[in-house]
């Protein structure tokens, strides 16, 4: 009975902490729906509302009227798909390779290929614009897409993971007759659907939320994806915060099923990987 | 056969040829979704007119267009004529065309703008940009609040005691908390009180050789704006103005009595469920107006393969035309072009006198190649004490005094 008691009330305290960590993290989610649908001077009032008496639901269809919201919802799917589809790919074979494959300098090699994740991409911002423009790419999907097909933290995801596959199943497979190929895409690849996953959800999350790449090599709005569309909202003296709201709330959709729908492989794929937190 | 593929090829190539002379601009420029309607009419009159002439438009938001422009300019790239401010900084970097030639050739009106907009479009005597508009400031005032608190509207007699007077009165507190304040201001607004008090930054706002902002006549206009802050307790911290949505929605959301920012808001500022008015700026207290001068303009690309072309749109953009339609547009500017009668009478917005008024109290900020530098470094920290009331304002600054002379002269 008193041990019941005890378990009873840590679970209660628990419960309170988390609860707390809810509040924080729904808060801001909340007040985004709730001023969609207030009307303009009602957004900053104080005390704050959090149902407005006069629900302005049309700022639904006032947004694909403003700015082309629907093109770049589209696009914003494409270059995101085509960028986790192509970093999966990329960033599994090099990590094969890293892994699984011993040469002579792996080990030096991966190590600058680590480095990368320390270069701030500020630094390479112009070089890469430059590049893209000197293709021709401006205002184009594979502009937008190609400078992200790589990524170092993927591929460092993948090779921890890889690591982890015992050493006798591959060469099992290898006295079985496979090459490499085989290894990779029979073997490694389905043993590594937690990891996959969470690098799918990392690479679709940070693209869509992406800005500064997006907003540079597009000058016509109907290549514009999501965040930058959203942005044009936002102006020098005034913003129209409720119609932003909208967008946001619209835009956050897309990123909440793909969450939903790799959740499991994501958090497996975060305790599993051996790289809790990142 | 193969004769008649040859023939009809060079056929089709003497259609493509110059015929039909296309000339294709890019033209760039910022703006949320209520001030575009000006610019894109500007642009389809102006392919009306040249049908010889395709513009294509690339319009960012204010927040995103630097950084954009920044990058196509470091490529050698980006749009032919563009929508700029800050513009010694791109001058200094050889980014922009100077405009002196083109404007003697074609005999363009530049007396008919603003002297002061011209100089900070300029740098060591070059025209690098046309002003498009100017940002004088005005008082906007909750005439609800004047009149249940019972209080004379302001009125171009008042100086900054009678408004400190009023925006005591005016703030309400509710539990603890300042329900309404009396006043907001922008953050970036703090030189105009410094001209008023007879003060100023630097000796020349353009080619500055001295520090001044530690004497007397600057310190005390700080020290006014710290005192509205942390003793009077009228105005907001600008954090607290930030967080709450800046003066648009301090002043709409009824938690600010009185108001002083542009010509912007008059478009914002009609959401507001309550009866408003604009008065002039308070002056200061020897009588001295000065309101900030400055505004955007427009440029050309130093990189544009097509100058020639870009000039004769600028001439439509910038001249008569396209200042008439600015001035008369909803989210209208206060024109640049104020010597030409035209121009001035399409200016109809609400208030617009007074703004034109304020206009002609104009005075330029520091404008220089390193002023960005400076601020950044030292001058915004040391304000920022003062605004938090940690230091006071002749503290704060005789502090910077001696870094602000170094770096000053290490960039002249």
Same mark, same amino acid.
């Given at each position: 009975m008193a041990r019941h008691a005890r378990k009873t009330r840590t679970d209660w305290v628990l419960f309170v902490v988390l609860l707390v960590g809810t509040f924080a993290t729904c808060g801001p989610f909340a007040w985004m729906l709730a001023t969609?649908?207030?009307? /303009?001077?009602?957004?900053?009032?104080?005390?704050?509302? !959090? !149902?407005? /008496?006069?629900?302005? !639901?049309?700022n639904f269809m006032r947004i694909f009227d403003t700015i082309p919201f629907g093109r770049s919802l589209v696009n914003s799917l494409i270059v995101c798909l085509s960028i986790t589809l192509a970093q999966l790919v990329v960033c599994s074979m090099a990590a094969y390779a890293f892994a699984c494959l011993t040469f002579r300098g792996r080990e030096a090699l991966f190590l600058v290929y680590l480095a990368a994740l320390m270069v701030p991409s500020q630094v390479t911002l112009i070089p890469n614009f430059i590049l893209v423009r000197n293709l021709g790419w401006i205002d184009t999907y594979q502009g937008m897409i190609l400078p992200f097909a790589f990524s170092s933290f993927g591929t460092f995801l993948l090779r921890q993971y890889f690591m982890t596959i015992p050493r006798e199943l591959l060469e099992a497979a290898r006295l079985d007759g496979c090459k490499h190929w085989r290894i990779y895409l029979w073997i490694v690849l389905p043993l590594s659907r937690p990891a996959l996953g969470a690098l799918a959800i990392f690479a679709f999350v940070s693209q869509w939320n992406n800005f500064l790449w997006p907003l540079i090599v597009t000058t016509r709005p109907e290549m514009q994806t999501v965040t930058v569309a959203l942005s044009t !909202?936002? /102006?020098?003296?005034?913003?129209?915060w409720p119609l932003l709201m909208t967008g946001s709330v619209l835009a956050v959709a897309p990123v909440l099923i793909v969450f939903i729908l790799g959740n499991r492989a994501f958090i497996a794929g975060l305790t599993g990987g051996g790289f809790g937190g990142r | 056969m193969k004769k008649l593929l040859s023939l009809s090829l060079v056929s089709a190539l003497m259609m493509m040829g110059p015929a039909h002379a296309q000339s294709n601009l890019v033209f760039a420029y910022w703006g949320d979704p209520a001030e575009l309607p000006p610019f894109e009419q500007i642009v389809s009159d102006y392919e009306a007119a040249n049908p010889d002439v395709q513009i294509q438009v690339q319009h960012a938001p204010w927040s995103g267009y630097f950084t954009r422009l920044d990058a196509q300019l470091a490529a050698h790239?980006? =749009?032919?004529v563009f929508f700029i401010t800050n513009v010694p900084a791109y001058a200094a970097r050889n980014q922009l065309e100077p405009l002196d030639d083109y404007i003697t050739k074609s005999d363009f009106p530049i007396d008919e703008y603003n002297k002061g907009a011209l100089q900070i479009h300029s740098l060591k005597g070059q025209l690098f940009s046309i002003p498009r508009d100017d940002a004088p400031e005005a008082l906007y005032y909750n005439k609800d609040a004047f009149d249940a608190a019972g209080l004379a509207y302001p009125d171009a007699s008042w100086d900054w005691d009678d408004m400190r007077d009023a925006a005591v009165k005016l703030t309400e507190a509710n539990n603890g908390r300042t329900s309404r304040y009396g006043l907001v201001m922008e953050s970036n607004d703090w030189p105009t009180w410094i001209m008023q008090n007879g003060g100023n930054i630097f000796d020349d706002p353009i080619t500055p050789t001295k520090f001044i902002m530690d004497e007397p006549a600057a310190t005390e206009a700080v020290q006014f704006l710290g005192d509205l802050i942390n003793?009077?307790?009228v105005m907001p911290s600008f954090q607290e103005l930030d967080q709450s949505g800046g003066t648009t929605q301090m002043f709409v959301s009824g938690q600010a009595a009185m108001a002083i920012t542009n010509a912007a808001r008059l478009g914002s500022f009609g959401d507001a469920n309550f009866n408003w008015a604009v008065a002039p700026l308070p002056h200061g207290r020897d009588g001295t107006r000065v309101n900030r001068s400055g505004g955007a303009g427009f440029g050309m690309n130093a990189f544009s393969g097509n100058k020639d072309a870009a000039w004769k749109f600028m001439q439509f953009l910038c001249g008569e035309a396209g200042q008439t339609i600015f001035a008369s547009a909803k989210a209208a500017a206060v024109p640049a072009m104020v010597g030409n009668a035209n121009v001035r009478a399409a200016f109809?917005? =609400?208030?617009g006198d007074i703004f034109l008024d304020e206009s002609k109290n104009g005075r330029n900020y520091p404008n220089f190649p390193g002023y960005v530098d400076i601020t950044n470094l030292y001058i915004q920290p040391a304000l920022d004490l003062v605004w938090s009331g940690e230091e006071d304002a002749k503290t704060a600054i005789s502090s910077i005094e001696e870094n602000v002379t170094k770096r000053l002269a290490e960039s002249n």
């Open positions: 969609s649908i207030k009307p /303009g001077n009602e957004v900053f009032v104080f005390p704050p509302t !959090l !149902l407005t /008496g006069q629900p302005q !639901l049309n !909202l936002q /102006g020098q003296y005034n913003t129209d | 790239a980006g =749009p032919d003793k009077d307790k109809q917005a =609400p208030f």
